[in-house]
């Protein structure tokens, strides 16, 4: 399994863009990469999923390179309530049922 | 929105005593995982479940733990004889079966706290 590398923690300011990079350079050619929230005492929340270029929803976007080393979760205009710890996992969504979790980035959106 | 529930929302025990802890999952749901989190470190994976047997474990999951799925509808971590270190966040997940858009999503309950005194 990929393992996955995050920043440990970002701060920004309400209305921003926030940016967070995962580096997987072990990702597979089956591996899809997926972004969960965790707020306090929750379980996380899935945010996005894609395998390559780019994935939009109506929270965030997703940008894959072409190589797919890396993926960057892009959070527009972010508000206090987007502070929480986020994190990219990366694996097959069949065939395997391993899903692990790193560290995560714990983002702080300040006022 | 379908939810994953788990029960108790908390739990104190002793060290030494034995622990269930329920997952009611979402129902077209096929695989099914258990996670715990220490307070303040990251999500860790214990185990996952497909077609009533284990899928893959974590060196975590020794022989104190198990689990079931005993009428075909909760999913069960039993933790046989718990010590100190078992307190923690535990949490259920499952997902659909692969195929279709973001496939492999996990949905997660709002977690079990377990402190073991």
């Known amino acids: 399994l990929a393992k996955t590398t995050q920043p440990i923690s970002m701060d920004s300011y309400e209305g921003q863009e926030v940016n967070i990079t995962c580096s997987h350079n072990n990702i597979a050619t089956n591996d899809y990469i997926t972004w969960y929230q965790q707020f306090p005492s929750q379980g996380p929340r899935f945010i996005i999923q894609g395998y390559k270029t780019k994935v939009t929803n109506e929270v965030a976007s997703l940008f894959i390179p072409a190589d797919r080393k890396s993926s960057t979760l892009s959070l527009p205009r972010v508000s206090l309530s987007d502070t929480a710890v986020y994190y990219c996992l990366v694996g097959a969504v069949s065939g395997t049922y391993k899903y692990i979790f790193g560290t995560g980035t714990r983002l702080k959106v300040l006022a | 929105e379908p939810e994953v529930t788990q029960t108790p929302s908390h739990q104190v025990t002793q060290m030494g005593q034995e622990v269930i802890l329920r997952c009611v999952p979402i129902?077209?749901?096929?695989?099914f995982y258990w996670y715990r989190q220490i307070l303040g470190q990251k999500v860790e994976f214990l185990v996952s479940f497909y077609n009533n047997e284990i899928s893959e474990k974590s060196e975590i999951f020794d022989d104190q733990f198990s689990v079931e799925r005993p009428d075909g509808s909760n999913f069960t971590l039993k933790i046989r004889s718990t010590k100190l270190e078992d307190s923690a966040m535990y949490f259920c997940a499952n997902t659909r079966l692969a195929g279709g858009p973001n496939t492999g999503e996990l949905f997660f309950g709002e977690g079990s706290r377990l402190t073991v005194l």
């Open positions: 129902s077209n749901h096929l695989y």
